[in-house]
């Protein structure tokens, strides 16, 4: 069976400070793994994926995420948070099923 | 850009109801899914399909049926709701070897 894990429901930082969303995985098999994030009252959008190569993904909104297989994490980064960053992220997996499991998800808020 | 709209953002019907939730997407995807989304659970896939009249049990099917005439249509019903059913409603598709899925805005359906 595969699972994915986010072990903060909820991360504050300070707007300009560097930011990082955490996740673990487990899965037989090669991962393919996926990071998005939801809006209030919105759906799902897509940031970013890693299925091979560079284990540093670039993303949408100035994420990247680093894939880290010893460790079976995919923790999602950016630089210097913004604002309007504030908002629920999720990561997702897709192992042998073509089917993705989700995260529980982590609230970001970023306080200016 | 691909554009996954449901047919409904808000819903509010009464124990015992027969609820159809539709979702249309206009990229030509082959693979769509429907999920619910609670607090704290993040999102369980319903029901997904990968063809025109194909459907296969996700994680959480009881209570739930789907449609799928159109390669574009997919429609999740509840036969007859209950109030453990009031929760918002994900769909999403993805095309032929792509990984990502891409989200409609959601319904949130209460049921009284």
């Known amino acids: 069976a595969q699972s994915v894990a986010q072990p903060e429901d909820q991360v504050n930082v300070a707007e300009g400070n560097p930011l990082t969303v955490k996740c673990t995985y487990s899965?037989?098999?090669?991962?393919?793994l996926f990071w998005y994030v939801q809006y209030p009252n919105r759906g799902l959008q897509f940031l970013l994926k890693y299925i091979t190569g560079d284990n540093l993904v670039k993303g949408s909104y100035g994420f990247e995420a680093e894939f880290n297989k010893s460790q079976t994490s995919f923790h999602l980064k950016k630089p210097s948070a913004l604002v309007s960053d504030s908002a629920l992220y999720f990561c997702?997996?897709?192992?042998?099923?073509?089917?993705?499991?989700f995260g529980s998800g982590t609230q970001l808020t970023v306080l200016p | 850009d691909v554009k996954v709209t449901q047919s409904s953002r808000y819903l509010v019907k009464r124990t015992g109801e027969k609820v159809f939730l539709e979702c249309v997407q206009d990229?030509?995807?082959?693979?769509m899914f429907w999920y619910r989304q609670d607090p704290g659970l993040g999102l369980r896939l319903i029901y997904f399909?990968?063809?025109?009249?194909?459907?296969e049990k996700g994680d959480i099917p009881e209570g739930y049926s789907v449609s799928r005439e159109k390669k574009e249509r997919f429609s999740l019903i509840l036969e007859s709701a209950s109030t453990n059913q009031t929760s918002m409603y994900l769909c999403?598709?993805?095309?032929?070897?792509?990984?990502?899925?891409?989200f409609g805005p959601g319904t949130r359906l209460t049921v009284t």
């Open positions: 999403a598709s993805s095309g032929q070897g792509r990984y990502e899925q891409y």
């Open positions: 899965v037989s098999g090669n991962p393919y």
């Open positions: 990229m030509d995807h082959e693979n």
């Open positions: 399909s990968y063809d025109v009249k194909m459907k």
């Open positions: 997702a997996l897709r192992g042998s099923a073509r089917q993705l499991t």
